[in-house]
């Protein structure tokens, strides 16, 4: 029972760097989510996409990308690391948009810029 | 008005106290509701939907109240073990958007103490 698999759990970037945040599932789940929480903020989307091929911006889109090539992959992309952009990523996935299904997150990928 | 919004907490009670949660959303075409639980450094999960009906599991009862659009959480006899964050979520009852289709409180910590 894999579900939500994120990788990595922690990471230190320096400034200007980039990196990419893994994110699969095994559910079949055509919608797939990436969020950043940051202290005291609650959860804010950054991308989601609604099946392969088709992603969209989310509430905080600027210095993210996203690709979805696959069901089962959604990995998430930073170009150019700015210490605004340390928090904690979470990945999501469920199975349906409008009906009342939960949404299942990854572990999280703790992320600090320096 | 926020989209979502919760009891600012934190709330600190004792074992076996009732505690509950509030929650106010603003947008009247939303059709699923959820409670989430969040322990610290972890992801979410999801607690309990709550229906029209109001639920309950075990020690846990949701109620929702459409016409103030509001939604509550009751935890009674509370244990050390329910400590940790509630999000109120809610499906934005709209296709798209940079919202996406679940729309997060910032969540309401809870610290139970011996």
């Known amino acids: 029972n894999a579900g939500v698999t994120q990788t990595p759990k922690f990471r230190i970037l320096k400034i200007g760097q980039s990196m990419t945040l893994q994110c699969t599932q095994d559910?079949?789940?055509?919608?797939m989510y990436w969020y950043r929480q940051d202290p005291g903020m609650g959860l804010k989307l950054i991308y989601y996409s609604v099946g392969a091929g088709i992603t969209d911006k989310g509430e905080v889109p600027n210095g993210y990308n996203v690709s979805r090539s696959t069901t089962e992959d959604f990995p998430l992309r930073l170009e150019l690391a700015a210490p605004s952009q340390t928090s904690v990523y979470f990945c999501?996935?469920?199975?349906?948009?409008?009906?009342?299904?939960?949404?299942?997150f990854g572990q999280g990928t703790r992320l600090t810029v320096v | 008005r926020k989209e979502v919004e919760q009891d600012p907490g934190p709330f600190n009670v004792p074992e076996g106290a009732t505690v509950a949660f509030n929650c106010t959303y603003s947008?009247?075409?939303?059709?699923?509701f959820f409670w989430y639980r969040q322990d610290c450094r972890k992801e979410p999960k999801l607690l309990m939907s709550?229906?029209?009906s109001g639920n309950e599991d075990g020690r846990f009862t949701a109620q929702l109240n459409r016409a103030s659009q509001y939604i509550s959480l009751l935890i009674r006899d509370s244990k050390l073990s329910d400590s940790a964050t509630y999000l109120c979520v809610v499906n934005s009852g709209r296709y798209g958007g940079s919202q996406g289709n679940l729309i997060f409180g910032k969540g309401t910590k809870l610290s139970v103490k011996p």
């Open positions: 999501a996935s469920s199975y349906s948009w409008d009906r009342a299904t939960e949404a299942f």
């Open positions: 947008n009247s075409a939303s059709q699923s």
């Open positions: 709550v229906y029209s």
């Open positions: 559910m079949n789940h055509n919608y």
